[in-house]
């Protein structure tokens, strides 16, 4: 069984940061896109940020180039979102989700495995 797990979320001030991980269990990934969404109340679920299985290809939303940063471990299964300069509009549930296929889509349907999500709250 497919699970991926996400964790450092919480409260930070803005001009904060903070580092969420997600980790996969149940299969490797390593050769897979893995992404970050996120959702923020009442709105859409959202692309922030995708990895190519070889950490060199990376893609953002507009919103959080030169802020967000995505990298992964292959060999822990990891994907990590380190976030600087935290705005209040970046407040919102944050998802990991993993593909079956090498593309960074912007979109939910390419994506296969969704985690459960972790909050993150910034306060202005």
């Known amino acids: 069984q497919v699970q991926l797990v996400e964790s450092g979320g919480g409260l930070v001030q803005a001009g904060g940061s903070l580092r969420l991980s997600c980790a996969a269990s149940g299969r490797t990934f390593a050769r897979n896109t893995m992404a970050w969404f996120r959702q923020a109340p009442g709105k859409e679920r959202e692309f922030v940020a995708g990895?190519?299985?070889?950490?060199?290809?990376?893609n953002y939303a507009d919103s959080v180039k030169g802020r967000f940063a995505i990298t992964r471990d292959n060999a822990k299964n990891t994907v990590y979102l380190q976030m600087n300069s935290l705005k209040p509009e970046d407040t919102a549930v944050y998802y990991c989700?993993?593909?079956?296929?090498?593309?960074?889509?912007?979109?939910?349907?390419?994506?296969?495995?969704w985690g459960q999500g972790t909050q993150v709250t910034v306060s202005s």
């Open positions: 990895i190519a299985w070889s950490g060199g290809t990376t």
């Open positions: 989700a993993a593909s079956n296929t090498n593309v960074i889509s912007t979109t939910r349907p390419w994506y296969n495995y």
